[in-house]
């Protein structure tokens, strides 16, 4: 009999194509939620985009930059950033080790992310 | 001016009350989710309790056993768990270190969570 626990390896998930050509793996999908772990080695940055919905990210690995409308800050593990519906927002990893974060936007986006 | 971007280190937000007596921060709270980071120490537990809503859990530390029904599994760092509504759960630290966990509660739950 199949349960109702679903386990997901992180590790073992595939990475999704994506427009900024970086390791993005959607980890969560439901109707009211939709959550990725994105990847950026060093040097690697995502393209100024605009989400539907809210967004939170919630940094698993190392440090980057965080770009959202006309402000940047630098965060590092552990910091939980919030990023309102529509407004322009993109991560740079300018460190010299690899960057993980998880996002999650809440409501599940009806329409596409935009790039700018 | 104060910007849109809103950031918050895990570290320094206060534990609020709850009736598992653990570590447990409320680290995202709007209309459409709620986020807590759970940490267990060593012999540590959860009651066994329901969410009105669907949760999932991220785990960023450690290693903890997770109950979701009748159903029970080991899960470490990097591991997504999917915990539907009204399905009694918890999580248990049986292991010799720090067990850390992001729960993420979607939508945004109306009612209380319930003790068994």
Known sequence: MRGTMKILD?????????????DARKVYDTDNAVAVVITLQP????????????????????????????????????????????????WINESGQVFRVLVVKVPKPKEETKLL
């Open 10 to 22: 992180i590790d073992a998930v595939q990475s999704g194509p994506n427009p900024h050509h970086v």
């Open 43 to 90: 040097g690697e940055s995502l393209k100024r985009h605009i989400t539907p919905v809210d967004v939170f990210f919630y940094v698993l690995e190392g440090t980057g930059i965080v770009e959202i409308g006309a402000e940047r800050a630098t965060v590092g593990t552990d910091h939980l950033v919030e990023s309102p519906a529509r407004i322009p927002h993109r």
